[in-house]
């Protein structure tokens, strides 16, 4: 086996291959919050009397989304809000409109908006939800109608106490404006605090729009310090471009960084000189896609795994770092931007490899958190600058970045295992204090 080749690798072991259902790169996205908590269980002391809590998630909807389409047809979608748990306070959590969105994934999302808030010791439980749509199929009045309908299935269980949703994957502020005004239309009253990530215009936060990738810069700029690395010239490789890995990308050319590679649903690229995220944002706005950039060449998907980087940014979506890829990456340092990126084997064979995870539970956190400021604003109808916003954002994430790393040194574990240890002792601190009724 030549250092290029992945160890383990299925598909390579031609008729000895692995069975598909062993096949560790197979597992699906609830399986592997399970393996997560698994991990961590030996850890929690006493509290692990109550870890089935978190293995089951608290609530979930299944809803059917009639809709009228342009053509007149009637279309039906499927759609999901599962709060996995309350505990530590109402459901938080985003919404996501994907063709391949399942109920497994909206559980494992959920699970992990349980850990992150708690890792960031937000007054939050977790929730997600998600609609099983490729929204470039539809107009614009017909998404507004599948959203309408979508939220009044989920008012049964949503609401600015109850359960919060937000953006997530291919949804955004005008999402959130019309989930707004159709729970308000539901209950009587204008509800802002319904959901956040709404435009500034209607209770929305400043600062909300960059606060995940702006949270990806700070935890990963802590990480870099931890290592050693320097951040001027640092070379950057950003799988996703959308809400998450543009503002990243942006934030870390604006600190010095180099990107020398970007992948998006259209294609990838890859420049020596580095890539300007504003000129690329500009160009994929102009072209609809991030391929052909003057300056930047394309290769293909696969290759943008083994870039010469120093710091690999996946803000996509989930299993993008599996047992075919991990053994090609490059960079010291991973951020994950996106929800569930590496698969636990592939977790581990980073681990092996020296390569330090900055876990999506923390990286990704600035977004909720800035969710919550909105929340908190909305109901004191009192708002922030948006200088303040982002001096409270950094100061959350630096210090629970701070705090993590040294639960990491202290049991000797991965990032991942270290905020595990911390999230889950909260939530299940808060289950064992409620108890159980009778
Ligand atoms: N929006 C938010 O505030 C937060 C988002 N996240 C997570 O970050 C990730 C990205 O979310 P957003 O940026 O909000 O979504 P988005 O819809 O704004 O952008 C998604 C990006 O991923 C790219 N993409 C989609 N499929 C791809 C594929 N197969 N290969 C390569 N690129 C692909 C798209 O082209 C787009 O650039 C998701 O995992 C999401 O759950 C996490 C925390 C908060
Ligand atoms: O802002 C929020 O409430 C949630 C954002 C989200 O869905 C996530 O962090 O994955």
């Not at 990243?248 to 690229?269: L, M, N, P, S, Y």
């Not at 954002?393 to 202290?410: G, H, N, P, T, Y």
Request: hydrophobic share 40%; glycine share 10%; with cysteine.
């Amino acid at each position: 086996m030549t250092a290029t080749q992945d160890p383990k690798t299925p598909k390579d072991l031609g008729p000895h291959a692995i069975p598909s259902y062993l096949d560790p790169n197979n597992i699906g996205p609830y399986e592997i919050f399970l393996e997560q908590v698994n991990r961590v269980t030996p850890y929690l002391g006493k509290l692990a009397f109550w870890v089935e809590t978190l293995k089951r998630p608290k609530r979930i909807l299944v809803v059917d989304i009639p809709v009228h389409l342009d053509d007149g047809s009637v279309a039906h979608f499927e759609g999901y809000r599962v709060q996995h748990n309350t505990s530590r306070g109402p459901a938080k959590g985003g919404v996501r409109y994907h063709q391949d969105v399942t109920l497994s994934e909206v559980m494992a999302l959920s699970a992990w908006m349980t850990v992150k808030n708690a890792a960031v010791n937000l007054p939050y439980g977790g929730g997600k939800g998600g609609i099983r749509l490729d929204p470039r199929k539809y107009s614009t009045g017909e998404l507004e109608r599948i959203t309408r309908r979508y939220t009044s299935e989920i008012g049964l269980i949503i609401g600015p106490d109850k359960d919060i949703p937000a953006p997530d994957v291919n949804t955004g502020p005008q999402t959130m404006a019309w989930m707004m005004d159709t729970y308000s239309m539901n209950v009587g009253r204008t509800a802002t605090g319904v959901v956040t990530g709404k435009p500034v215009a209607l209770g929305g936060s400043l600062g909300r729009a960059d606060a995940t990738g702006r949270g990806v810069f700070v935890t990963g700029a802590e990480a870099m310090k931890k290592l050693g690395m320097p951040m001027e010239g640092a070379r950057i490789a950003v799988q996703g471009f959308g809400n998450v890995g543009e503002a990243a990308a942006r934030i870390f050319h604006e600190h010095g960084a180099k990107i020398v590679a970007i992948q998006d649903v259209t294609g990838t690229i890859a420049s020596e000189a580095g890539i300007d995220p504003g000129v690329a944002l500009e160009h994929l706005r102009r072209t609809g896609k991030i391929t052909d950039l003057p300056g930047s060449e394309e290769i293909t998907r696969d290759e943008f795994w083994g870039v010469d980087c120093d710091v690999l940014i996946p803000a996509a979506l989930e299993k993008q770092i599996t047992l075919h890829n991990a053994n090609r990456i490059k960079a010291r340092l991973i951020i994950e931007g996106a929800n569930g990126p590496t698969i636990p084997a592939a977790d581990d064979l980073l681990a092996d490899k020296g390569v330090t995870v900055v876990p999506d539970v923390l990286a990704n956190a600035g977004g909720v958190t800035v969710s919550y400021f909105e929340w908190v604003q909305d109901f004191s109808s009192f708002f922030w600058t948006e200088d303040e916003i982002n001096k409270r954002l950094d100061r959350i994430m630096s210090e629970a970045f701070q705090s993590l790393w040294a639960v990491k040194e202290q049991h000797g574990v991965t990032l991942r295992t270290a905020v595990y240890i911390v999230a889950c002792t909260r939530v299940l601190e808060a289950r064992a204090l409620r108890g159980l009724y009778p």
